[in-house]
């Protein structure tokens, strides 16, 4: 595939937007870009945060119909036990979303090291299809950093984002701490199902409008800082 600069200068008489219209057509035409992949991709990007508002909405409408009955303080006491469960299920979909896609930019990188500029002859006589399964077999250290890096960082950082997460969306109590966070978890389940990397904080903070949507439009603080 050619591209800019070679485009640039098989035709030098180009001007500037020609010469990026056609190195664009050479994209576009060959199968560089596989936009099945990416189509879904750009898609969920939006689709994401809806998913995880309607599942929180549901989550949380039946939470309230099968506790309406129960003791206030008796029901708070559980829901807060209960978001340990809830927020261990969404940080294992956190991990399993966010972690591979280092995992994935890691190992492109290292197969082009191996094949492109080692010239390495296992990768070379194995098919481009099968390279990435090789590297995923022999290469345990990529995941374990991966895994590593994204604990450390959960633990580490991120104050203001939760505060963000926690109060300025809506006021998040334990009950819908629960729905947003199993929301959560259950989009992300989803997309890791099919493949699709999506973003856990849009994801989230769909969930989060979700539960506060339940108690009325107003609740929700849409142009929150």
Do not use: C
Request: charged share 15%; glycine share 8%.
């Amino acid at each position: 595939m050619m591209d800019y600069h070679d485009v640039a200068a098989a035709q030098p008489d180009l001007g500037t937007w020609e010469t990026i219209k056609e190195a664009f057509s050479q994209v576009t035409h060959q199968s560089v870009v596989k936009f099945d992949k990416v189509i879904p991709i750009f898609l969920f990007i939006f689709m994401a945060p809806v998913i995880g508002m309607i599942i929180s909405i549901i989550i949380t409408l039946i939470i309230v119909h099968l506790y309406k009955r129960s003791n206030p303080h008796k029901a708070d006491k559980s829901f807060k036990r209960l978001q340990l469960a809830s927020s261990a299920l969404f940080s294992l979909g956190h991990g399993l979303n966010d972690a591979q896609k280092v995992m994935g930019i890691i190992g492109a990188a290292l197969i082009y090291y191996h094949v492109e500029m080692l010239q390495d002859p296992v990768y070379l006589n194995i098919p481009a299809a099968g390279r990435f399964d090789y590297f995923a077999q022999h290469y345990i250290w990529v995941p374990l950093v991966s895994f590593i890096a994204i604990a450390l960082g959960t633990m580490s950082g991120g104050w203001k984002i939760i505060k963000t997460m926690g109060t300025k969306i809506t006021k998040v109590t334990s009950l819908e701490g629960v729905s947003a966070e199993t929301a959560g978890a259950i989009t992300l389940f989803i997309t890791d199902h099919f493949g699709i990397p999506v973003s856990t904080t849009h994801t989230i903070t769909g969930s989060i409008i979700g539960v506060g949507l339940t108690k009325r439009i107003s609740a929700v603080r849409w142009g929150s800082q």
